[in-house]
């Protein structure tokens, strides 16, 4: 696991209980979860979806499956675990997870310090 | 090895049938096929013939296309009769030219029987077989009043509707005491007879007609034995039918002393290189004028060419269910206690209007026969005693009495032995069944789909699925209706229960009612749910995280991750300056435009956060939300109707923006489609549509649950002549019992084919409110209509709300980097490949 460093993407009044929003960081577009009463409360995978092919995830369903949580995503419907980024229906296919927590009233990512901004460009 | 020549001539229902059965087996592949038919038409389903009237088209009515018969290297010949068979060179003539053969089956079928009256050769004296006939008969009808029937047969009385449905005072006249002599007896003849006077049509038994000469008042005058004469404008003949033998005649072949073909039981003629079936075919010294006898012979003679030798046709059974005029006629086996010793048990209520009879083995213990007018209830139950020779219960009177408390014994399908056939049409018995579903088939669609059993006439479709649910059940499937691992009910189970007890949201229905958080399954289906019983904006912070993403930023999601926009333009009709707007908005932004299926302006390529900006501008310009994100109602397409046409009957323009603006806001499982036509030419494919509209001359016909997609369906004729509100108030009505009862995502066309019942089921409840649930049906719609809101004009007056068309919510001005771009046709489109890898 390479270092990471902290980024500010947000403060707590743009998410949206049970659903997802959208953040530019360095390491790509990422897509923030918050699911009030859950442990934890907030979850981060990759924005992209590798089977859809676009910037998409953040706004799909959220939900859970067999007990684990998932994101559905919006284009053809595949699940993406929020806690490993794991495709559940394609084995060979994953999305980055990153550390998400509230600082105060800023929502902060924990973003890789190799991240060059624009490398996902 | 050359290939062998097959022609068969005739391409009518049996015809069909032979092909179809013959076809895809190996003896096909020694053959070139060749088919030959009178008619420029392919062969159509002649038992619905009267639905012509009502609507249908042959296309409709078609049983194949010609594209089926190609490809399956059939070389179909229409419009082109064959003259003569000369057997000693073994080639057919036709006025087109000559073709040798090795094999020739003939399915000529019959001729309608024309009694020898004198003049009954002149003009608007006619017949009903074909859709020519059928024509010639609209166009004799075509201003006039009046119209007979000489028949009062099961035929007879179909072309009676006929007449009917054209508009026409109906008149039939039978020579026997009573209608459907064959079929029925005193008691049950004399009710079918007080039933069809009731509905409008006048029955006049126990009538020779004489002669046939110009009216007084109308064109013809019938005079009859007894001195007394009727007055009509046209006359159907409809008094049965005559085998068509002439070619077989004039070649030679052996046939009955009163006509028709004579076959053995393998269908062989008296030349073993010619084959006879159908309606032409005399067996036994029987002709069948039933289609499902000759689909019998179709199948024997296709099973005898693959040198089956067990294959053999051992006659038929004729027993006939209908509905004649909205009225249930049914007879079984031996109706007329033919056999010696046979008892009767008959039960004539004539306070009700139903009558039954069942004729029982001397010894009490069969069914030889049964006779039901005005309930066809027991008719399943009866038939399966009958044929299968099933001991009769105790008290066999219960079969047929009114139901009672504790009821008659059903006859459950676990009473019906293997051999019990369950769909005649296509020759299906039970244990057809069980070994398709010990095949793997597990519910009741893959059933039909292996066998094919209820996609004939659709007569045993209830028989069918009890056979089906009892087999699955006995196998230990449970069939599941639950609709995801999260609620343990269907969805028509979550609408009551929301309904019921006013459960206004997602959290706490599933707190309530189901486990977990949810998925992408069932929080959309109780967001429409809760969108159909409450009507709240679909925005509302509640309902956000249940919708999928088209109904969050309402509009619909592209493959590269843009959406496109669809405004609202009732009835497809639009002013210039609106048009300019969309022009403007389009070029503004470099959107992608294209004309919908559904007469709208599809603008395509807008990225999340431009959302609100083009709404509200396409709000200002007067346009609102079209919903094309939404289960919801979509487009009502219209011709131009009256106000332009030259054919148009009634307003469809009018009448499309009306109904479009009524439904415009309804949430419902599956998306809706609308259309109005102002004539029955159909220029708006309202027949394709789940709500179709057709202007009569005296008002509106409404079609229902038809759609296209992957699995197009016609819609079916529900209602006619529908004033204004009428037509509004039943298609209230129809809708909202549709969104109340659906499963999830279930087109209405899919609802129908399960609803038990079905159509006649779906009228019962909706045209006569058997339920009585047409009062709240049509209230619910009202307080729909009443509380619509355009969603997009609520979003982007509300700040809070527009928040959420961020495309990332810390770098407003990034855009996707994802999204390429290329120009095709001097538009913009998403380039093909996406070169950009993400990690």
Request: proline residues 4%; contains cysteine.
């Amino acid at each position: 696991m390479s270092e990471t460093k902290w980024m500010q993407v947000g403060k707590r009044e743009d998410l949206i209980p049970e659903s997802g929003i959208a953040v530019w960081t360095p390491d790509g577009p990422v897509a923030v979860f918050y699911l009030p009463g859950e442990k934890p409360e907030l979850y981060a995978i990759g924005h992209y979806c590798p089977l859809g092919k676009a910037n998409v995830l953040a706004r799909g369903i959220v939900g859970d499956l067999k007990g684990e949580l998932v994101v559905a995503s919006p284009l053809y419907k595949q699940h993406y675990s929020l806690t490993s980024g794991q495709c559940q229906e394609d084995e060979a296919v994953k999305v980055p997870v990153y550390d998400v927590r509230l600082n105060g009233e800023m929502l902060e990512l924990a973003v890789p310090v190799t991240a060059k901004e624009g490398c996902a460009a | 090895m050359a290939k062998k020549t097959l022609i068969v001539i005739g391409n009518g229902m049996v015809g069909h049938h032979f092909l179809e059965q013959f076809a895809d087996t190996p003896a096909a592949a020694d053959y070139d096929i060749h088919v030959f038919g009178e008619e420029p038409l392919i062969a159509y389903d002649r038992v619905h013939l009267s639905e012509y009237f009502g609507g249908s088209t042959h296309t409709d009515l078609a049983l194949g296309t010609a594209e089926d018969y190609a490809a399956k290297n059939l070389h179909l010949h229409l419009d082109e009769q064959v003259t003569a068979i000369d057997r000693d060179l073994r080639r057919v003539h036709t006025p087109k030219g000559e073709y040798e053969y090795d094999a020739v089956v003939l399915a000529t079928g019959s001729y309608p029987f024309v009694p020898p009256i004198e003049g009954n050769d002149q003009e608007h004296c006619l017949v009903y077989r074909t859709l020519a006939d059928l024509d010639s008969i609209r166009a004799s009808a075509e201003g006039v009043k009046t119209g007979v029937v000489v028949g009062g047969g099961l035929l007879g009385l179909e072309a009676a509707n006929a007449l009917k449905s054209l508009g026409l005072e109906a008149h039939v006249v039978e020579f026997a005491p009573r209608l459907m002599p064959v079929q029925l007896d005193a008691d049950g003849g004399a009710l079918l007879k007080r039933k069809i006077e009731e509905l409008g049509v006048k029955v006049h038994t126990e009538k020779a007609t004489k002669a046939i000469v110009p009216g007084e008042e109308a064109r013809l005058r019938m005079n009859f034995a007894d001195d007394s004469h009727l007055e009509t404008d046209l006359i159907v003949f409809s008094a049965g039918i005559r085998p068509q033998d002439t070619l077989a005649r004039a070649s030679g072949l052996e046939i009955g002393e009163r006509g028709g073909i004579i076959i053995d039981d393998q269908c062989t003629t008296s030349d073993p290189q010619i084959f006879a079936i159908g309606e032409c075919a005399l067996w036994d010294n029987r002709i069948f004028g039933l289609v499902a006898p000759g689909y019998t012979m179709a199948r024997t003679l296709a099973a005898r060419l693959n040198q089956d030798s067990e294959a053999s046709f051992a006659g038929a059974d004729m027993s006939t269910k209908l509905k004649l005029l909205g009225v249930d006629v049914g007879s079984i086996g031996d109706a007329h206690a033919s056999t010696p010793g046979a008892r009767n048990i008959r039960f004539n209520d004539e306070q009700a209007g139903t009558y039954g009879r069942l004729v029982i083995s001397e010894d009490g213990k069969k069914l030889l026969g049964a006779i039901l007018v005005g309930d066809n209830g027991p008719y399943d139950t009866l038939l399966q005693y009958a044929l299968n020779g099933i001991d009769l219960p105790k008290h066999p009177e219960t079969l047929i009495l009114p139901e009672s408390e504790g009821g008659a014994p059903a006859l459950g399908p676990d009473a019906l032995p293997e051999t019990a056939s369950i769909c005649s049409c296509h020759n299906v018995s039970k244990g057809d069944i069980c070994n398709a579903i010990d095949a793997g088939c597990s519910d009741l669609g893959a059933v039909k789909g292996e066998t094919k059993a209820s996609t004939g006439c659709g007569g045993c479709a209830a028989l069918l699925k009890s056979v089906v649910d009892v087999e699955l059940g006995k196998r230990g499937v449970e069939v599941s209706k639950d609709i995801c691992e999260h609620f343990p009910y269907s969805r028509q189970e979550l609408f009551h229960l929301v309904k019921v007890n006013g459960i206004r949201t997602f959290h706490s229905l599933i707190e309530q009612h189901g486990k977990g958080r949810g998925c992408d399954i069932c929080k959309p289906a109780v967001a429409s749910i809760l969108a159909t019983c409450w009507n709240e904006h679909i925005m509302a912070k509640e309902h956000v995280p249940l919708q999928d993403t088209n109904d969050t930023f309402m509009a619909n999601m592209q493959k590269n991750g843009t959406y496109s926009i669809v405004p609202r333009i009732p009835g497809g009709e639009i002013t210039p300056e609106k048009l300019i707007v969309l022009g403007e908005v389009a070029k503004e932004y470099n959107l992608y435009t294209k004309i919908t299926g559904g007469q709208r302006v599809d603008l395509f390529g807008a990225t999340l956060s431009e959302l609100p900006e083009i709404w509200e501008k396409l709000i200002a310009a007067g346009f609102e939300t079209g919903h094309a994100y939404g289960k919801s109602v979509r487009t009502v397409k219209s011709c131009v109707g009256s106000t332009w046409c030259r054919y148009g009957v009634q307003d469809s323009v009018g009448m499309a923006i009306r109904l479009e603006e009524r439904y415009k806001g309804l949430r419902s499982p599956h998306k809706l489609k609308f259309a109005v036509s102002g004539c029955t030419r159909e220029c708006a494919e309202a027949q394709s549509k789940d709500i179709g509209v057709i202007a009569t001359e005296n008002g509106w016909n409404l079609y229902v649950c038809g759609n296209g997609g992957m699995r197009p369906r016609h819609a079916d004729l529900f209602a006619t002549d529908l004033s204004d509100e009428e037509l509004v108030s039943t298609i209230d009505r129809v809708l909202m019992f549709y969104v109340r009862t659906a499963d999830r995502l279930q087109r209405t066309s899919v609802w129908l084919e399960n609803l038990d019942g079905g159509l006649d089921y779906l009228k019962e409840v909706i045209l006569e409110d058997s339920l009585g649930l047409g009062e709240e049906l049509e209230a619910h719609m009202q307080d729909i209509v009443g509380t619509y809101q355009c969603e997009w004009k609520t979003t982007v007056e509300d700040p809070e709300k527009r928040k959420r068309f961020r495309e990332f919510v810390n770098a407003p001005e990034k855009k996707d980097p994802v999204q390429h771009w290329t120009t095709e046709r001097d538009q913009r489109r998403p380039a093909n490949e996406i070169k950009v890898e993400m990690v």
